[in-house]
């Protein structure tokens, strides 16, 4: 592969590791483009996530010391099935009629 042998030459010798899991993770880090394009954009953006973890950041500072790990992974569990609860009835990627 062509385009492999330029990312050695261009970024092996500042970042090896990086190139290395690039080839060893091609296959992966393309999956995405096996979807249609309209949902490239859902696919690869973590705004979902990030909203997530900046409620759970919320939650816990509401509390400010926690007893144990315990009552912190507790409440957090609770938030995340609440989350998908809400997120069960949403249709994210809608397969039928995408181009």
């Known amino acids: 592969m062509d ?8 970024w092996g010798k500042k970042t090896p590791k990086a190139v290395e899991y690039v080839e060893e993770h091609l ?6 483009l096996a979807f249609p394009e309209s949902h490239h954009k859902r ?5 979902i996530v990030e909203r997530v ?4 950041k919320r939650k816990g500072r ?3 010391t926690w007893p ?3 009552s912190r992974e507790r409440v957090y569990g609770v938030l995340l099935m609440e989350q998908h609860e809400t997120w069960s009835g949403t249709t994210w990627l809608k397969m039928e009629g995408a181009s």
């Open 3 to 10: 385009e492999m042998k330029l990312l050695r030459e261009r």
């Open 27 to 32: 296959d992966s880090l393309l999956a995405v």
């Open 43 to 47: 696919l690869r953006t973590t705004n």
């Open 53 to 56: 973890n900046q409620e759970l």
């Open 62 to 64: 509401l509390v400010r």
């Open 68 to 70: 144990n790990a315990a």
